[in-house]
Structure formats: structure tokens, C-alpha cells
């Protein structure tokens, strides 16, 4: 069962009215299961390293002089646990707590890059609509070279716009006016790199998307966020405005000076505040974050969030690259590589732990914060801090090695569809002992053409002199629902069989690999090399 939001979350009410023809799905494949985690006690297991965890946390504070944090562990779309220490407001001793308010800063984008695409399903744009459509002061852009695309909102969405990156400016840029803003594109914006040419990281490019979405929704960014995207989720907390918190639950934000805390001055929203301007709790980032990842696996379940799921993944996939970087944290820890990039409104990343990451950071002065999941875990960690520009990575990347070390920090296992398990066993009985009936059956109209079928039962023959009778036996390592491979148990041995099926209906086997496999090899291994039967 896919628990979508948990206990934290209120029931998302969705208007039928509120619909257009193209957000209709269509109907679910009947021969496609979701990939589902396999340990039954997976959670509780899990919880084990929490005691961890929050040693970890409360660590960092303190040698790193935070005043005040908030954190979370999500799993399966529930907030599990949730931690807190230190102080929201210095004078006063206020300490912080759930509900606590913080700045989240550049996270802001990821509200952005889903509003975009809302308005995308809605047919009110098309992410390869010229930006200058919605933003005529774009118009009289130069850009850096005559052979240049013209900007788009996909370039903008992906930081692909070729603006200088800009966070040292960007951060001191939210209180400008549409006014002021216009301004400034008028007088123009240089280019580092041609649009669409390179990741940049631009706070400027996400301010140009609120200007967007006010002009396509006709609403203000803050009111077409919060009617269209809070409200559904239950994230009453969350707000662009640090005027409109509660004195006695907003978290001041603070700097670390001659041994002291000194209070940064808060920063008022205005028109860049699309790309940081957001104030969050715990509490109300854990519903945003489970809807986020709640998204995986696909599936056919009821859509329930604002947004369809598959919308919701498309901002979770990698759209521009950025170089692979190389490092070792410690001189005698081993060489971390990371490969990835940015997707729409958030970090995307390749790791040799966990394969794939999803995250965002936000900084400014007086707040640091950090969100980053595991889709294919199905676990995320939320980190709130008021701390100027407060560094979560260290401390999420130990917090998910606890998470690991319990052995239960998993990815979902593919499950395979009704004719994978159908022409698994087809092939067993097949490999046990051939019949041309049963291989014509099977086979795709190229499985002869590349190797022919007697070819084909000459090589299992010789392999079964060698190991004698055998048998199919579990588990069935499955890569998707049409992929997958299994070993047959014989006298004198073992052998492995990979099967790959066509895309015809119904999906018949294109490809067929049988070999003798090593004494210890096991499924979990890549196949090694041998005389194939492909």
C-alpha cells in the first residue's frame, strides 16, 4: 500500500472543474506491477538508527555555533521523526519546535519549477515557449552570440539560461520591486555561456519563472503558490511573507561573530522572491518533501496531489548535466565520485551508495537549510537551521550512512510483469528439455535470425552433458518488467539464464543467454563472459 501523505497530511480535495482534458491519465498498463521494497520490517529497522541520528544533528549545532534546528526523516510519505534543539530567537531563550518558521531560500525553486509545470499540464505554456513571450523586456535581450537560441522557460527551469551564476548578488536581490525588476531587464543581462549550452546556477533565471507564472495565472506568484499548491498540501505554516509568522513561532536568523551571535537583518519578499523567498516549519516542509517523493514508483494509483505524479517525477530527472567532481572527504576515506545536475528546481545526482539522489540547499544570511531523497528508498532528511547559510551536507550524508548501516536502507526491487514470469518459466522448462513447439512459442521473430534454433539447442544440449538435469529455482532477479535472469539448479552445477522480451503484444523472448554459471557466483553479480545462445 502507498501511503501518499501519512498522518501529517490532510485529504488534498481536487475540483473535476478544475481540470483540462490534458490532465487525464490515460490508463494503467494491466501487465505492469510497481517496484516494491522487499523486507517487511524494513521501517522498523530503520527507526533503529534514529537515536544516531539525532546524536549527529545535535553534534553539528553545537561545534558549529547553530543556534537553532529542525530536522526530519521521512519515509513512505511519513514524517517519522522529527528532532529539534537550540533556539529560534537568542534574547528571548525561545527554543525551537516543530512548528517553528525558517527561511528556506533557494528550496523556494522547487515550488516554482512545479508551479511552471502546472501550468504547463493546464496547457497555459509550453516549457519551450520563448520566455520573452510572457516577459517582453527579454525582448531586447543581446545575447552573446548570433547563432543563439532564444531563451526559453525550459533553459530557465534547468539553469541552462547561460546567466552569470549569481548567489553572492542573488541573495541581496529579493526585495527589488516588478518595477525595479523590469528595469533591470531592460538595461540587459550579460551571458557567460549561449542558452542551452551549460548549467549556471542563476537566481535570476527562477525570478524571470514567478514573473511567468503571475503573467500566465494572472495572480500574484505568492497568492497562484499558495491557492494552487500549499493550500492542496495542508502547508498552512509556509509563506513568502516573514511579516505574516507568528512572533512567538518565527526562528530569527543569526550569524556567528567575535563569539557571538549577532541577528541578521530579515529580508523583505518582492519580485525575486520565486527564486528564495519562502519561510517554512518542519512540519509543513515534511508534506511538500513526502508529496515530492511520494511520486516514485510509478504506478496506478488515484492521483491526490495537485499536481500528477508523472509531472511531479519529470522535475526529478536529470535536464542538464554539470561535470562529474571527485573526493576524498578524508586522507584515509575512499574516493566519492558524483555525477548529476539540475533538474526543474532541484539538484539531481548519481552516488556509488545510493544511486540516485534528489536534493535541494538553501542559504541566506541568517539561514541555512537542506531536503534531500532517496526515490528508489522511499526515505528522505529535512534540515532547518538558523545559522547563516547553515551546511547541511556533511550531516545529511553521515545521517543516511546510519540509515544504511542497519541493512535496511534499500532500494524498491522491479517487479516483473505476468508474461516476464510467464516466459521465465517457458525458457526453464525449455533449457530442462527442448521442445520446438514450446521454442516457437517463445520466441520473437529475430531470436532464429540471430542465432538459429538448432544452433540454439545444440548449445543447451552441450551444457546440459555437462551438468546434468536441472531445474528453475528462485529468486528471480528481475531489471524491469521485461528484463531478467534466474538460476537453474543441476546435478553437476548450476546454470544462468537471461531473458530480455520484444516490445510486440504479446512480448515474446528477443533475447536468450544461457550459460554454466561459477561455483559461488550469484544473481547479484554481473553475468561474467561465456559462449552465449543469444
Keep these: ?56 544533528f545535535k553534534a553539528f549545532a553545537r561545534d558549529n555555533h547553530v543556534p537553532g534546528i529542525a530536522y526530519g526523516i521521512i519515509i513512505d510519505g511519513r514524517l517519522v521523526h522529527t528532532g529539534t534543539s537550540g533556539l529560534r530567537d537568542v534574547p528571548r531563550n525561545a527554543p525551537v519546535d516543530s512548528a517553528s518558521v525558517f527561511r528556506i531560500a533557494s528550496m523556494t525553486k522547487s515550488f516554482t519549477a512545479l508551479s511552471i509545470l502546472k501550468l504547463r499540464d493546464e496547457g497555459k505554456l509550453s516549457l519551450d515557449d520563448p520566455a520573452d513571450e510572457y516577459v517582453p523586456e527579454l525582448k531586447t535581450l543581446a545575447y552573446p552570440t548570433t547563432d543563439s537560441p532564444r531563451l526559453t522557460i525550459r533553459h530557465l527551469l534547468s539553469h541552462s539560461e547561460g546567466f552569470p551564476e549569481d548567489n553572492p548578488w542573488g541573495d541581496q536581490q529579493l526585495n527589488r520591486t516588478d518595477d525595479e525588476m523590469a528595469a533591470m531587464m531592460r538595461s540587459g543581462i550579460p551571458f557567460s555561456n549561449p542558452p542551452g549550452l551549460a548549467y549556471e546556477y542563476s537566481n535570476y533565471g527562477f525570478a524571470i519563472l514567478g514573473r511567468i507564472v503571475t503573467k500566465v495565472s494572472g495572480q500574484p506568484y505568492a497568492t497562484y503558490l499558495k491557492q494552487n499548491i500549499l493550500e492542496p498540501l495542508g502547508m498552512t505554516s509556509t509563506t513568502m511573507q516573514a511579516v505574516e509568522v507568528n512572533v512567538d513561532r518565527l526562528a530569527h536568523g543569526y550569524r556567528w561573530e567575535d563569539e557571538q551571535w549577532k541577528e541578521e537583518p530579515p529580508l523583505p519578499d518582492g519580485a525575486f522572491g520565486a527564486m528564495g523567498g519562502m519561510l517554512t516549519s518542519i512540519d509543513d516542509l515534511s508534506r511538500w ?35 562529474t567532481r571527485v573526493t576524498m572527504p578524508r586522507p584515509d576515506s575512499a574516493v566519492i565520485a558524483f555525477s548529476g545536475g539540475y533538474g526543474y528546481g532541484l539538484r539531481i545526482t548519481q552516488t556509488c551508495e545510493f544511486g540516485y539522489v534528489v536534493a535541494h540547499s538553501g542559504g541566506l544570511p541568517g539561514y541555512g537549510s537542506q531536503m534531500r531523497w532517496l526515490p528508489d528508498h522511499g526515505v528522505a532528511i529535512i534540515a532547518l537551521g538558523n545559522l547563516t547559510y547553515t551546511g547541511w551536507d556533511g550531516v545529511i550524508a553521515q545521517s543516511f550512512d546510519a540509515l544504511s548501516r542497519t541493512g535496511a536502507l534499500k532500494p524498491r526491487e522491479p517487479a516483473p510483469s505476468a508474461a516476464l514470469t510467464s516466459a521465465r518459466d517457458a525458457v526453464s522448462r525449455l533449457v530442462a528439455s527442448w521442445d520446438d513447439q514450446l521454442a516457437d512459442s517463445v520466441a520473437a521473430m529475430n531470436l532464429y535470425l540471430d542465432q538459429s534454433k538448432d544452433r540454439r539447442q545444440r548449445a ?50 528477443q533475447y536468450l543467454n544461457v550459460r554454466r554459471a561459477d561455483p559461488n557466483e550469484s544473481l547479484a553479480q554481473p553475468p561474467g563472459s561465456s559462449t552465449k545462445t543469444r
Excluded at 494509483?301 to 535536464?319: I, N
Excluded at 524491469?480 to 516490445?503: E, F, H, K, S, Y
Design 460 to 509: 543447451i544440449a552441450a551444457l546440459l552433458a555437462e551438468v546434468g538435469a536441472c531445474r528453475s529455482e528462485e529468486p528471480f532477479a528481475v531489471e524491469n518488467a521485461l528484463r531478467g535472469q534466474w538460476m537453474m539448479a543441476c546435478d553437476r552445477g548450476r546454470l544462468r539464464v537471461a531473458i530480455t522480451l520484444a516490445p510486440t503484444v504479446p512480448p515474446k523472448v
Design 1 to 56: 500500500m502507498h501511503r501518499v501523505f501519512g498522518r501529517f497530511l490532510t485529504p488534498v480535495v481536487l475540483l473535476a472543474t478544475a481540470c483540462s482534458p490534458r490532465d487525464v491519465e490515460p490508463a494503467g498498463h494491466a501487465d505492469y506491477a510497481p517496484a516494491r521494497f522487499a523486507d517487511a520490517n524494513r521501517v522498523d529497522r530503520l527507526k533503529g538508527a534514529l537515536p544516531e541520528i539525532d546524536s549527529i
Design 289 to 323: 518533501v513526502a508529496f515530492l517523493s511520494d511520486a516514485w514508483p510509478p504506478r496506478n494509483d488515484p492521483e491526490t496531489g495537485p499536481v500528477r505524479r508523472a509531472s511531479v517525477r519529470e522535475m526529478q530527472q536529470l535536464w542538464r548535466s554539470r561535470p
